[in-house]
């Protein structure tokens, strides 16, 4: 019988100690850990065997559920009765999470643990054949001290020496010059949003990025309140509020970003959502590149007699065109605008350095093909 960590109870252990962490709350062993961590950064850079630190971020998260968890285990497949998902628990709770916390996990995708050289393993003892021999050394003697805890106490005392870490060094930053995207037209624009979303979804990180940095440029950064993905307190409706300019309490649109296939039942599901907080006007992107187009004149018409104004758009083509059609900018400034915003909420909703490090790349004309 393998071990099952409760992911409700894990996320709700990691707000926890996060807000510890912010209130300085120490203890030997936290401070123990906060050193520890400091040395396997140093040893473990991004894009030099980061993974190890989420794999030790995991360990540590999955010991504050159960202190008889195999520290060592990736999968349940190791066929133990201490062996648990490290892989589950990764995507389920820390790739959800640490966006909104702000923590940088070392390897900041969907899959945190889904990288070489854990493909494939179900133990992280029985890696081989690792470039970075001095991090992955580390990472055994951390996991070596992690498996003697047999409190929960210790293991949350642990965690929150890596979240002391972790929540300070994070770096994903957008850096590029005032005039960066000075070069772009509408259609290389385009061109450059729809290559961004061939690198993945990142839980709809990206798109809500897109979405937001386009409305950002048309209504006004200070009029744009973005929902981080997951996050257990926001108090508008969908993932994206433009406000009032007049009124920052009240809410003009609302706008729903799905990156996935979606029908009538999830357009109708926004306006309900929407409704119960009395805002009247839905913008809902449906822009997966598998969504069927539909005229959704049923969906339409239920809007109109609830009183909601609803459009539907289902391509970044068409959308970001209206953006950049009824802003104020002139045609420079709308183009290198709209890339900047792109950019800044790319970093601000956490997605990978990988996504961030892309669009930086669009800086310039000479990386534009």
Same mark, same amino acid.
């Given at each position: 019988?393998?071990?099952?960590?409760?992911?409700?109870?894990?996320?709700?252990?990691?707000?926890?100690?996060?807000?510890?962490?912010?209130?300085?709350?120490?203890?030997?062993?936290?401070?123990e850990w906060t050193g520890r961590i400091e040395r396997l950064t140093e040893l473990c850079p991004y894009r030099k065997s980061s993974t190890f630190v989420a794999a030790l971020g995991t360990a540590m998260l999955a010991k504050t559920i159960d202190p008889g968890v195999d520290v060592y285990c990736l999968l349940e497949r190791d066929g133990s009765d201490t062996s648990y998902s490290a892989r589950s628990l990764a995507d389920n709770v820390w790739a959800k999470s640490r966006a909104l916390l702000g923590i940088d996990l070392g390897a900041n995708g969907a899959n945190p643990l889904n990288n070489t050289p854990f493909i494939g393993k179900?133990?992280?003892?029985? !890696?081989?054949?690792?470039?970075?021999?001095?991090?992955? =050394?580390? #990472?055994?003697?951390?996991? @070596?001290?992690?498996?003697?805890?047999?409190?929960?106490?210790?293991?949350?005392s642990a965690l929150r020496g890596f979240i002391n870490v972790r929540r300070n060094d994070f770096q994903s930053v957008f850096s590029v010059g005032e005039e960066a995207g000075d070069y772009l037209v509408l259609p290389t624009l385009i061109d450059a949003v729809e290559e961004l979303m061939k690198l993945g979804s990142e839980e709809g990180r !990206?798109?809500?990025?897109?979405?937001?940095?386009?409305? =950002?440029? #048309?209504?006004?950064?200070? @009029?744009?309140?973005?929902?981080h993905v997951n996050d257990p307190d926001r108090n508008f409706p969908l993932d994206i509020a433009i406000h009032s300019p007049s009124d920052s309490n009240s809410i003009r649109i609302a706008v729903e970003v799905k990156d996935k296939p979606v029908g009538s039942a999830e357009i109708l599901s926004s306006i309900e959502k929407a409704k119960s907080l009395d805002v009247d006007n839905v913008v809902f992107l449906a822009v997966s590149n598998r969504q069927v187009i539909d005229q959704y004149i049923e969906v339409y018409e239920r809007a109109r007699d609830m009183g909601c104004k609803l459009s539907v758009y289902f391509s970044w083509e068409e959308f970001i065109k209206s953006c950049i059609t009824f802003s104020s900018d002139n045609a420079v400034l709308n183009m290198a605008s709209t890339y900047q915003a792109i950019g800044n909420y790319l970093t601000e909703l956490g997605v990978s350095q990988n996504a961030v490090s892309f669009w930086e790349g669009k800086a310039s004309s000479q990386n534009s093909t």
């Open positions: 019988m393998t071990i099952n960590i409760d992911h409700l109870q894990a996320k709700k252990i990691l707000f926890k100690e996060y807000q510890n962490s912010l209130d300085n709350i120490e203890d030997t062993i936290s401070i179900a133990r992280i003892d029985e !890696i081989r054949n690792v470039r970075n021999k001095n991090g992955y =050394a580390f #990472l055994i003697e951390c996991l @070596n001290l992690l498996a003697t805890y047999t409190t929960t106490d210790d293991a949350k !990206i798109a809500q990025s897109v979405a937001s940095g386009c409305l =950002a440029v #048309l209504f006004g950064s200070d @009029n744009i309140d973005v929902g």
